[in-house]
């Protein structure tokens, strides 16, 4: 029932959305207050409804896409996309986002990398790796270009790690956790639960690449941080 609801609203919305005011004030004042009830929908989780504001916020905002407020809201949409597990929609938006912003601010900034990350894992979880993989190498390219905080780069550098294990890949795989390692020390105390994680994660990637002798030593390590 709430679906066919949601379905009828979405309709609804495509008829007034055409029926916007010529007054721009009266435009921003009714792109102000959809945003905010979606903005309340999305954090009390009712993501349906709140796609069907921001949709509505969205066709009023498509005149001036070089308006941050579009930019914005398509981001909320691709969050609510992602919560009702409509991945391949999420990434539609993320990417409109990202060509809009870029052709603004250029490519090279941190708002294109954690983007990309994002799409990364979305493409991850519709089982498509490859294409993860192409997504993630640019947000970590970008990331190293525009001096991503070490947090920034280990959630890139997570998502490669994961991604390319996925793929069978585990030298790369390996090399992508153990940049995650050399990051995590500078701010880790190495008996952290975190670090000994991440050491966990290496040993299982020695183990699946048939790299005993590497799985061994780590195993000594983390055994070695546990019971000191």
């Known amino acids: 029932m709430r679906k066919y609801l949601c379905l009828a609203l979405l ?5 007034t959305a055409n029926a916007q005011t010529a007054d721009p004030k009266a435009n921003s004042r009714q792109i102000q207050q959809l945003d905010s009830i979606a903005s309340s929908l999305f954090v009390a989780e009712k993501y349906e409804e709140a796609l069907v504001y921001l949709l509505r916020e969205n ?3 498509e005149s001036t896409p070089d308006d941050e407020r579009y930019i ?3 981001l909320k949409m691709g969050k609510c996309y ?19 912003y870029g052709s603004k601010n250029g490519q090279e900034n941190l708002f294109v990398a954690t983007r990309s990350n994002n799409i990364a894992n979305l493409y991850s979880s519709l089982g498509d790796n490859e294409e993860a993989l192409r997504w993630v190498k640019e947000a970590l390219y970008i990331a190293r270009k525009a001096k991503a905080s070490n947090s920034e780069q280990i959630n ?11 793929l069978g890949k585990y030298r790369d795989a390996i090399e992508y956790q153990r940049a ?5 020390e500078k701010y880790l105390d190495k008996h952290h639960a975190d670090y000994v994680s991440m050491l966990s994660t ?7 690449a048939g ?3 590497n799985h061994e030593k780590v195993s000594k390590e983390i055994f070695r941080l546990k019971k000191e």
């Open 11 to 15: 309709i609804l919305c495509g008829i």
């Open 59 to 61: 066709n009023l905002l």
């Open 72 to 74: 914005q809201a398509l």
């Open 82 to 100: 992602e919560q009702l597990n409509i991945p391949f929609k999420s990434i539609e938006v993320n990417k409109r986002a990202i060509s809009l």
């Open 156 to 166: 890139f550098l997570n998502t490669a790690s994961k991604v390319t294990f996925a």
């Open 180 to 184: 995650i390692l050399e990051i995590s």
């Open 202 to 208: 290496l040993r299982s990637y020695y183990n699946a």
């Open 211 to 213: 790299d005993h002798e």
